[in-house]
């Protein structure tokens, strides 16, 4: 672990700009220890987690989200000149019990016993890492560029809820740009959060009583490079907004 790339990463992360390569990792499995050193440098507290899977590999991997980037529905994000924000809707798992590390196997139903309650979220994203000529690595030991997220309208009663067919709508100011049951890739939608929980790699404690855990996007990556105003609703949560000024 290089300290001068954890520099560039925590100065990246203060100042919303882009870090050079040098020194990246190229192992997904080396990113995580640069990840937490990078939370420590920076003094952050974890709010959550976005889960899901590497590339083309299909092994686990999981970002941590700073509470500091939470926001409720209704409120606002200020765009950075020259950084465009990709806006994501996404359903979450708010925990209301740790999910430690273990021997046997995390299943659905335990899963679903763990959540407090259901909610649908905005995850912001801003690449602090280059376009090109970056290792995958590099943007897990940025947490995939998350900068931020909009907590929305939350269900308790979710058991009855067919996740992976719910109809979802998502305007970008006036412009409707999905209407459409599904998300963006079929079957279970709490796999990802599954299977991290059976396989942490993370070294900042896991997922805890509390955290905000997002499962992966509805709807396609779009970059806003403007103010508007972002609306999605979801069947069976409801409406969320947030304004990008």
Known sequence: MTASLIDRLAEARRNRTEVSPEGAPTNPDDAYPISAAVNAKLGEKIGGWKVG??????????????????????????LK?????????????????????????????????AAAELLLGFELIERRIPRKDAPFA???ADDLGNIGYVLGPAVKDFRKLDLGN??????????LVVDRKGGERPGEPLAP????????RDQLGGMKAGHVVTL????????VT????????????????????
Not at 216 to 223: C, D, H, V, Y
Not at 226 to 245: N, Q, T, Y
Request: net charge neutral; aromatic share 8%.
């Open 53 to 78: 899977a590497l590339p083309g590999a299909g092994v686990p991997m999981g970002a941590p989200m700073y509470a500091s980037g939470f926001l409720q529905s209704g409120g606002a994000f200020k």
């Open 138 to 140: 590099l943007n897990l």
């Open 193 to 200: 959060m599954i299977n991290w929980a059976n396989s942490p």
């Open 81 to 113: 000149p020259g950084r465009p924000m990709i806006p994501e809707v996404e359903i979450a798992v708010r925990l209301a019990r740790d999910l430690p590390k273990r021997e046997k196997a995390y299943t659905r139903d335990e899963m679903l016993d």
């Open 226 to 245: 403007a103010p508007m105003k972002l609306v999605a609703e979801l069947e069976g949560f409801g409406r969320i907004s947030v304004d990008i000024e």
């Open 166 to 175: 719910l109809h979802c709508r998502f305007w970008m100011g006036a412009d």
């Open 216 to 223: 992966g996007s509805l709807t396609p990556m779009k970059e």
